[in-house]
């Protein structure tokens, strides 16, 4: 087996929490606010680089929808691949750069928004970061908002009291009766 020291230095990468998230969503929004976008990378289809300006210095900011990697933070380097870039790479470079973030939003429970945009327009970075259901995609409108949960009554008595759903009809049930209706109007 492995060797304790040996592979004590190697981190695992993990997917930050929605309190972590949020956190993070917060301070890299107040920090990276008004950079521009210089250079944009797309190693996986999941994993996306901005090489964002500020006045004195280029920070590279990751967006990752991987699974189990699923996060957005400040990159000391990118990940270099050892085979081609995916193909969203030159899409991301021939929308983003020359862009501004305008803002960064968190939408709970686990979904980022980066809010792009440029004299002639505006674009969206949507990361769900949902576990297995990770999704990262560039947008030219605006993302709908999050779905919001119904909440359940956990009232056992309100339970009882609401009245029974009436069965609806099936599309199978009701054709029948409108095309003989249909075929008798018809002569």
Not at 41 to 53: D, H
Request: glycine letters at 2%; charged letters at 25%.
């Amino acid at each position: 087996m492995f060797n304790n020291r040996r592979h004590s230095n190697v981190t695992k990468p993990m997917s930050l929490r929605p309190p972590e998230l949020a956190q993070v969503v917060e301070e890299l929004n107040v920090a990276l606010r008004s950079a521009v976008v210089q250079k944009a990378f797309a190693p996986l289809p999941q994993l996306w680089y901005l090489e964002l300006r500020q006045p004195g210095c280029s920070i590279l900011l990751c967006v990752s929808a991987e699974p189990g990697a699923s996060r957005i933070s400040v990159a000391s380097e990118r990940f270099s691949p050892a085979r081609d870039p995916a193909a969203i790479q030159g899409r991301l470079r021939k929308c983003l750069v020359g862009t501004t973030l305008r803002e960064i939003h968190f939408l709970p429970p686990s979904r980022i928004v980066l809010e792009l945009n440029r004299k002639d327009a505006s674009f969206w970075i949507s990361a769900s970061v949902a576990g297995r259901d990770a999704v990262l995609s560039l947008l030219t409108e605006p993302p709908p908002p999050p779905r919001s949960v119904p909440r359940r009554d956990c009232n056992p008595r309100s339970a009882r009291r609401s009245p029974m759903p009436r069965p609806r009809k099936s599309c199978w049930e009701v054709r029948p009766a409108r095309i003989a209706r249909n075929r008798f109007a018809a002569s």
